[in-house]
């Protein structure tokens, strides 16, 4: 190998550190956006979660409520 090739493979390996390097800083910036996109996809899930089981609550409350209505609500006034 002559002074000029050398100066060329130690060029080209310079180039491609420096593009590994890019490519590596990429996926880190990219990591931690989706890092941060998973935490807050995570309190809205934790959030919707706490909906659901408040919505469910309710519907059991009503339904209780249909299957068992007051005495009142079902008796006729005594004038009839």
Known sequence: MNCG?????VSDLSEQIIE???RALFQ???IQKLDEVIVQQG????????CIAELQDKVEQLGFE???PSADVDEK???Y
């Open 5 to 9: 090739t050398l100066g060329r493979a």
């Open 20 to 22: 590994l390097q890019s």
């Open 28 to 30: 880190e910036e990219l």
């Open 43 to 50: 309190k809205h899930l934790d959030q919707l979660t706490r």
């Open 66 to 68: 249909r299957n068992n």
């Open 77 to 79: 006034p005594p004038h």
